[in-house]
């Protein structure tokens, strides 16, 4: 009979073990799905904004090829502005002035003699003096 006993309590022992393991299973799988499913919401969210970031990227792509086709003509623009103003710059008679006294500042000359030959106010020709040496 105390076989019967020991076989019987080695059985219920057995028992109780399998089912605390089968508990403790039950936990670690109610803990992996919960984490599975935080783990799918987050790839959810992941993919939305990825998806949000690949549209403004197509955004920012295309004003930037708006914008090259705005900038692309700018310095043959420029450069016609320049050659424009060089030309109106050489035809104006008090330009011709200034740059007769810039020489002339350059050359050393004094401030009264360029005035004279430049029909230019002194103060005018020391600043320009100033600049020029």
Same mark, same amino acid.
């Given at each position: 009979m105390t076989q019967m006993i020991s076989v019987g309590a080695l059985i219920a022992t057995a028992l109780f073990v399998f089912i605390a393991m089968i508990v403790g299973l039950n936990k670690k799988l109610k803990r992996i799905t919960t984490e599975q499913t935080s783990a799918a919401q987050l790839i959810a969210k992941n993919k939305m904004a990825? =998806?949000? &970031? &690949?549209? *403004? !990227?197509?955004? @920012?792509e295309a004003s930037i090829h708006t914008l090259h086709k705005i900038i692309q003509p !700018?310095?043959? %623009?420029?450069?016609? &502005?320049?050659?424009? !103003? *060089? $030309? =109106? !710059?050489? %035809?104006?008679? %008090?330009?011709?002035l200034y740059q007769k006294a810039a020489a002339m500042a350059k050359q050393g000359v004094g @401030? $009264?003699?360029? @005035?004279q030959a430049c029909d230019l106010p002194v103060?005018?020709?020391s600043v320009l003096i100033s600049l020029h040496t």
């Open positions: 990825y =998806q949000i &970031l &690949l549209s *403004r !990227l197509d955004e @920012a !700018l310095p043959e %623009q420029i450069n016609q &502005l320049e050659g424009t !103003l *060089r $030309e =109106q !710059l050489s %035809q104006d008679p %008090q330009v011709k @401030a $009264e003699e360029i @005035a103060a005018e020709v």
